[in-house]
């Protein structure tokens, strides 16, 4: 529905989305979501933070919203300090393009979800969304650990380390490979 | 969708033409007509019907300077979406007059003076008796008020298209005059109808609805041209449902609420029963 009405506006965007909207996109989650996160956008190949959305696409999506009853800022860039610290190494050669009318979705890989649901599950409760999410993704133990020394680099203090190995030891993953 | 809407509106326009005096055939109304409520619309509905275009410019040429408040229209015009400049512009020409002077020798001729007598031309009926201007439209609405109305307030009573404060000298008037009797209980002040018998017999044959058209007549122009502009887009839904969003605080004052929430496919729909209920008001509800 966004699309179409970006497409019937003259607007195109591209916009990179995480979280259980793209994993609800992927097939990998069934649970409704009502929002989209983004991490990013793709202007001329070049990704660009998702914090300050184009105003055509904010009024977009607010429209759409109005429409669903859904919150106004269902399609946001919350995630978008991800970007700061950088994405998964090859993030960009994964995602799945998906193109609705004026939209383009470039969908996070199911391993690069791993990555940030992880991140995610360390600062959640252990019977949280992320948690479950995580789960769902099936991760192997090798993912996890690729996805927990990406976690580092984003959160280098020894408290995340903690939070983190208690997740990991959940999955079976031991400290090994990633502290 | 709003083709059916269309149809029902040109055929409501035709009733109030008629009554007003224009040559057609149209069974007359039961509610009050709006007079400039009525012209500040028409550009939403002349293009659906031409003749009725036609014998409108014939009216409003040779018949509308006894009746029109051209303050009060320009007032309820601005009220109205934007258009582009194609089609009859009615408003325009009462405003401004016409751009073609061969226009007044090129009209039908075939429009009449209305009948007054008819409850639905209380509006015009009062503006006879008063004067064309706030205090004929005030007295037209203290008069088509339900009997066991309460005490009303300016704000409450304030004819679309006047301002509030020449409302509210009328209404100090008529209770010097002792029409009304003005109660002041702090904050608000607030009048009660004392010479409604009165009233009501000299504005008699009253009309059995007196809805206020011009937030009506608003509303339904602007899904009309939502409709225009975006009609044939998949996305058509979500601009009426924006449009209309906009309009709430305005629905409100008629207790109205655009529905405008749910599947898109099902929106354009619930939009049009709803803006043909508005063109059907039951009820006794007073002019505003």
């Not at chain 1, 989305?17 to 992927?26: D, S």
């Not at chain 2, 409003?60 to 303050?71: D, K, L």
């Not at chain 2, 009926?125 to 008069?143: E, H, K, N, P, T």
Request: aromatic share 6%; charged share 25%; glycine share 8%.
């Amino acid at each position: 529905m966004l699309g179409q009405l970006l497409l019937d506006r003259g607007h195109r965007f591209e916009v990179v989305a995480v979280g259980g909207g793209g994993l609800l996109l992927i097939g990998v989650i069934d649970r409704p979501t009502k929002d989209l996160d983004l991490v990013a956008l793709r202007d001329a190949g070049v990704l660009l933070p998702a914090s300050d959305l184009p105003p055509p696409l904010v009024e977009a999506a607010e429209d759409v919203a109005r429409v669903l009853d859904l919150a106004p800022n269902w399609m946001n860039g919350g995630p978008t300090s991800l970007l700061r610290f950088g994405l998964p190494e090859g993030f960009l050669e994964r995602v799945e393009r998906r193109e609705y009318g004026g939209l383009v979705i470039l969908l996070a890989s199911r391993f690069d979800q791993i990555h940030f649901k992880l991140y995610a599950a360390a600062d959640d409760r252990p019977e949280g969304k992320h948690h479950v999410d995580l789960q769902r993704l099936r991760s192997t133990h090798d993912e996890l650990r690729a996805a927990a020394s990406w976690t580092r680099t984003h959160d280098a203090s020894e408290g995340f380390a903690i939070m983190l190995g208690g997740v990991l030891r959940t999955f079976g993953v031991d400290d090994e490979g990633w502290r | 969708m709003s083709e059916e809407l269309q149809k029902q509106v040109v055929e409501l326009a035709w009733r109030h033409w008629t009554a007003l005096g224009v040559a057609g055939v149209a069974p007359l109304p039961e509610h009050a007509i709006d007079l400039e409520a009525l012209i500040a619309f028409m550009p939403f509905v002349a293009a659906a019907d031409p003749r009725l275009a036609r014998e409108c410019v014939d009216w409003c040429v040779r018949i509308a300077p006894s009746f029109v408040s051209i303050s009060r229209l320009r007032q309820i015009v601005r009220l109205m979406p934007s258009r582009g400049e194609d089609g009859l512009d009615l408003p325009k020409l009462l405003l401004e007059g016409p751009k073609d002077p061969s226009v007044r020798a090129k009209v039908s001729g075939k429009s009449r003076m209305p009948r007054l007598e008819h409850p639905a031309l209380i509006q015009l009926r009062s503006r006879y008796i008063f004067g064309v201007g706030a205090r004929a439209d005030v007295i037209s609405v203290l008069a088509t008020r339900s009997r066991g109305a309460e005490a009303a307030r300016i704000s409450s009573l304030r004819s679309v298209g006047y301002t509030k404060p020449a409302v509210a000298t009328v209404m100090g008037e008529l209770a010097a005059a002792g029409v009304l009797e003005k109660l002041v209980t702090s904050p608000a002040i607030s009048y009660k109808l004392i010479k409604g018998t009165s009233l009501r017999a000299l504005l008699a044959p009253l009309p059995r609805q007196a809805p206020s058209w011009p937030e009506r007549f608003v509303l339904i122009a602007n899904v009309l041209e939502t409709w225009r502009r975006f009609g044939l887009r998949a996305s058509y839904p979500i601009e009426l449902a924006k449009v209309l969003d906009k309009l709430r605080p305005l629905a409100a004052t008629i207790e109205e609420r655009p529905p405008i929430v749910g599947r898109p496919s099902v929106i354009v729909d619930q939009v049009t029963r709803w803006a043909a209920a508005l063109l059907a008001p039951k009820g006794r509800a007073g002019l505003r």
